[in-house]
């Protein structure tokens, strides 16, 4: 089975979503056959990549909301990440452009390494002092490191803005078709879809509802044939002088 995750690294619930559906994941009696795969998600796509600023004046003029407001959200997701064993720094945490960090997401793909990645990504912007907009690209070459990536390929991938772009911006449309208009958004098999950082049961309930949907295989047997010729491990069935085909006919 597999489960598709639509996040962003600037989104605070998909860090917190991510810690609760791996709870869920880590009890469930078939995860050695569940393959997580996560998607691209822009929260704020129009930013440019320069353009960064404190969490607080982001969401202060995104939200119209006051300063105290905007704090006290960053404090109460604070303490949803610790309910989760998650360390999150509500205060002095800066905003900025996500695309890189998503195109860096697309080749650890190709690596095996994607789940690796988001977390160091997501440690970084929300545990750690160190900005990860405002210290270049050899800040994200050293935390792609740290997932196993290779640095010198890290490095042309960031030197090339076109490389994964097309994979990035075909992730999000294919969110919008699937209805996605926030994240973190998950799907099950393409099949069931749950919205936000759900609690650990909801994703419990979801995983089990998608894995018992899930239809086995149905063999065609056109007019009751029965088996026809077939090969195995133990070779292939080797027809006899003068015997029939399932269909009556006399075998060459």
Known sequence: MRVEIWSDIACPWCY???ARFEKALAAFPHRDQVEVVHRSFELDPGRAKGDVQPVLAMLTKKYGMSEAQAQAGEDNLGAQAAAEGLDYRSRDRDHGNTFDL????????????????????YRANFAEERSLYTEGDERLVALAVEAGLDADTVRAVLADPARYADEVRADEREAAQLGANGVPFFVLDRAYGV????????????????????????LVDPAGAGDAEACGPDGCAVPQDGATRPDGAARP
Not at 111 to 116: I, L, Y
Request: glycine share 6%; no cysteine.
């Open 195 to 218: 919205s936000g950082a759900q609690p650990a049961e909801v994703f419990t309930q979801a995983l089990t509802q998608a894995w018992d949907a899930r239809s086995p295989l149905k």
């Open 16 to 18: 917190v979503g991510k």
């Open 102 to 121: 998503h195109r860096l997401l697309h080749l650890a793909k190709e690596h095996g390494r994607q789940d690796e990645l988001i977390q160091i990504f």
